[in-house]
């Protein structure tokens, strides 16, 4: 017997080797991504179905009304057509909160610009949230300024700017927006504020609404401070340009 003849040890594998996953850990990443997945579809169909929804009926509620019941604070609420509306709100709000409403596509882009230059400059300003982000904002979400519901709140926008048009979007918002205490919507604040429909509303009236829209709960139209009764003259000044520029012609 030969020495050449001897069993030569097996040769080890010097390769580098390959981090291999266990096929069970394999397996509970496809469910949990699938079951992501269909959550995501899900929640996507049912946001749309809402936003098709409220684009042909009235709306009866909103987050913020339940939260603001739940607050203690009342809840007056009335539905009307924006026929029923008297178009010198129309004009207020334009001129107060979205001067290029009918211009934009639910971002005022040139208001986003102008509020980032100022704030990196140090100066306190309002935001440029639009009468549509203030519309997707009231109608489907939850007070707040986290990233989340901001986030939430653009998606809603492109979708009621798809799906309404600028009447629509205007209705809508003129209905559910806060105006008081436990109160939304032009109907029940005309009512409240002034003891007469929304439709018979003067210049000044609508101006001292659209006055107080920041802050509702601070603020009253009826018993307008020094601050609110100048910033309604500003705004009915602004309602005459918005009127001869055609401004809310859309609506």
């Known amino acids: 017997m030969t ?15 390959r981090n291999r996953t266990p096929p069970g850990r394999r397996s509970l990443a496809r469910r949990v991504g699938r079951l992501l997945f269909r959550g995501l579809a899900v929640l996507f169909i049912l946001s749309v179905l809402l936003v098709v ?10 987050p913020l ?8 604070r009342g809840w007056h609420h009335d539905w009307v057509p924006l026929e029923d509306i008297s178009p ?4 207020a709000v334009i001129a107060a909160e979205d001067a290029r409403f009918c211009e934009h596509f639910g971002f005022d882009l040139e208001a986003i610009e102008e509020a980032w ?8 300003v309002r935001g440029a949230s639009t009468i549509s982000m203030q519309t997707a904002k009231n109608l489907f979400l939850w007070p707040g300024r986290d990233w989340v519901r901001k986030g939430l709140e653009a998606y809603f926008t492109v979708l009621i700017e798809l799906a309404w048009s600028k009447h629509r979007i205007m209705e809508v918002y003129l209905n559910v927006i806060e105006m008081g205490p436990g109160i939304y919507g032009a109907q029940a604040a005309a009512r409240a504020h002034f003891g007469k429909a929304a439709r018979a509303l003067s210049a000044r009236e609508a101006a001292l609404l659209a006055s107080v829209l920041p802050n509702p709960l601070r603020w009253s139209p009826a018993k307008p401070t020094g601050y609110i009764a100048r910033r309604a003259s500003i705004i009915q000044g602004r309602m005459a340009t918005v009127a001869a520029d055609g401004l809310g012609a859309c609506v």
């Open 88 to 91: 010198n709100l129309v004009r």
């Open 117 to 124: 230059q100022r704030n990196q400059r140090g100066r306190r």
């Open 53 to 62: 929804l409220f684009g042909v009926v009235p709306v009866p509620a909103t």
């Open 3 to 17: 020495t050449g003849d001897a069993e030569k040890p097996a040769a080890r594998d010097t390769g580098p080797r």
């Open 65 to 72: 009304m339940v939260i603001r019941l739940a607050e203690g």
